[in-house]
């Protein structure tokens, strides 16, 4: 059982504001499907559901086709939401469409991002498996369409998604998973994020500060986790000595009188006393930047990879693109990343939290999602005050503040009572070890009531 009631489906208070757009979020589920060989013995006989059978030979190509389709007639016809495998941006060419099936070219006219989307990754499955031998894995990503926080049952769709997905297939959660959460507005000002926002500026300001607070509510084995390293310590911003930030500043940085207005901003949030030279100077140099793509940059994570260059006789060469950190800001503006997605390249205008372990488990995902959109609402609408308070009890060292005081900041009782009970049970629980009886996630509860889709 869940426990999520209707009330909880309802966390989210939206209060209107004419200043602003209501929040809009997206949520990806990540997990993995066993397939089996024809005629071989089934290792959970017991488990009745569905089990795709592939013949000996076939190669993991169309395995993965296989399971892909599978999904898709789960979510189409169980789920009965739009789905299709095109990633965007948001409208498909005359070629997608040719190259397209019949149901997902049904869905293609309808509103940018109301689709609900299927994947493939093998970057999911895990190395040195010790459940390989059972079956072949395949990793799956399924991404909801968008949602909005103001529409009064904005969650009924993804628990009925989860509902189906964990009563018709054998779902397996190895530490390998995350849950990703895009979060932005219903509408953007493509030009406003380009040219760096308020908002966006605090909300950095807010995760550099913030951040691991945030980070005790998942797990603890996400802390070393490869999709979501902390911006603190591994982002651009965070690898520039001081000698990198004074010339950073001095060269490609907006001027002092263009800076003044923003100089304001900033230090009526940044806390008077505490806070270290570094995380000054780091800070100024993000808020001086002249716009979106350069914040964006400063708050990413560079990665670099020896490749071999065959055309060049075999000399190794360096290939330079982005790791994952804790949030990522690619749908932000276009042009920031070193190899840039080419279906979020700046098309969202969202930033996605990549912290929480991977989880079918609807509660956690709805507690989780109060949590990300409160902070990007709070970056938009928190007063100087609230946000200068916050910051300041976040530089204190001494163990006297925590994740859980930090929801209690925020506004948010129920979740602070959810990640309590969660943060002390993840103490205790090591979800990096599987064991062959507790391989796969129990079924749910059946669905929630139909409701319309903006009610």
Request: aromatic share 8%; net charge negative.
């Amino acid at each position: 059982m869940s426990g999520l009631t209707k009330a909880t489906r309802k966390y989210i208070p939206f209060i209107g504001n004419s200043q602003f757009y209501p929040i809009s979020y997206g949520v990806e589920l990540q997990f993995l499907i066993p397939v089996i060989i024809v005629g071989k013995d089934d290792p959970h006989p017991d488990d009745s559901r569905k089990l795709i059978a592939v013949p000996e030979g076939i190669n993991y190509a169309d395995i993965s086709e296989a399971v892909k389709a599978s999904v898709l007639h789960c979510l189409r016809g169980t789920a009965r939401v739009p789905s299709w495998t095109y990633l965007g941006p948001p409208f498909p060419t005359r070629e997608d469409l040719n190259a397209m099936d019949n149901e997902s070219a049904a869905v293609s006219s309808m509103t940018a991002y109301s689709q609900w989307v299927v994947e493939t990754d093998e970057d999911l499955l895990v190395e040195n498996d010790a459940f390989s031998g059972s079956y072949t894995w395949v990793g799956v990503k399924v991404k909801s369409n968008k949602r909005d926080i103001s529409w009064e049952n904005h969650f009924d769709q993804i628990y009925n998604v989860i509902v189906a997905l964990r009563s018709t297939f054998r779902i397996r959660l190895p530490p390998t998973t995350s849950l990703m959460i895009h979060v932005g507005e219903k509408w953007h000002d493509i030009m406003a994020y380009e040219a760096g926002t308020r908002p966006l500026r605090v909300f950095c300001t807010m995760w550099w500060l913030l951040e691991r607070y945030v980070q005790e509510l998942a797990h603890p084995s996400r802390s070393t986790h490869p999709a979501c390293q902390p911006l603190k310590t591994k982002s651009r911003l965070a690898r520039m000595s001081a000698i990198d930030l004074e010339e950073e500043i001095a060269e490609n940085s907006m001027s002092k009188l263009n800076f003044a207005n923003w100089y304001k901003e900033m230090h009526a949030i940044l806390p008077t006393v505490l806070m270290s030279a570094s995380d000054i100077e780091q800070l100024e140099c993000l808020w001086r930047s002249k716009n979106g793509k350069e914040i964006v940059r400063k708050m990413t994570v560079p990665r670099q990879k020896k490749i071999i260059m065959q055309q060049s006789g075999a000399k190794t060469g360096t290939l330079h693109f982005e790791g994952r950190g804790s949030v990522g800001f690619q749908g932000i503006c276009a042009g920031a990343s070193d190899i840039p997605l080419p279906h979020n390249d700046g098309h969202t205008g969202t930033v996605e939290f990549r912290s929480m372990e991977g989880t079918l488990d609807p509660l956690l995902i709805v507690q989780w999602l109060a949590v990300v959109t409160r902070l990007v609402d709070f970056a938009r609408r928190g007063n100087t005050t609230d946000l200068m308070g916050i910051l300041e009890k976040g530089q204190k060292y001494d163990g006297s503040y925590s994740g859980l005081a930090l929801l209690q900041d925020l506004g948010l009782p129920e979740q602070y009572e959810y990640f309590k009970s969660k943060v002390t049970n993840d103490k205790n629980v090591d979800i990096t070890k599987e064991t062959q009886e507790t391989l796969f996630l129990d079924e749910l509860e059946a669905m929630l009531d139909d409701v319309p889709e903006s009610a």
